[in-house]
């Protein structure tokens, strides 16, 4: 008898273990901006290489780099389904269009920024 109630003792824990709750849970949105990312990661990359002075300050013909909204509208000019901004930062130095001027970004920048624009450039 011992047996038999510890069988069925363990089939009915391993069956209740078995049940799976398919609750279907929506995907929160989070309408807060995110911008420690922004800040923290992209920013620096964008004030050391493209906001300075006669490039994206704002005091130039140049599209202005100053703040998150200007670079986000610059990030989602497309050619081709591409970003304009990231193809451009990838083409080689001495290619026609090429930025930033005269230098090249490292391909760990490059890489942080491509996952900020294919993650949504999250950021406000």
């Excluded at 949105?29 to 906001?51: A, E, F, G, H, L």
Aim: aromatic share 8%.
């Amino acid at each position: 008898m011992k047996k038999a109630l510890l069988f069925l003792s363990i089939l009915f824990l391993l069956i209740q273990g078995s049940c799976v709750n398919d609750k279907y849970i929506p995907e929160v949105v989070n309408n807060q901006c995110d911008t420690t990312y922004y800040s923290r990661v992209i920013k620096p990359i964008i004030v050391t290489n493209c906001n300075m002075s006669g490039c994206h300050d704002g005091h130039s013909t140049l599209d202005n780099f100053n703040n998150y909204l200007e670079v986000k509208a610059e990030v989602e000019e497309m050619e081709d389904g591409v970003s304009e901004f990231l193809y451009r930062i990838k083409l080689p130095l001495n290619a026609p269009g090429h930025m930033p001027v005269d230098d090249v970004l490292s391909p760990s920048e490059i890489q942080l920024i491509e996952d900020w624009i294919n993650n949504g450039y999250k950021g406000c």
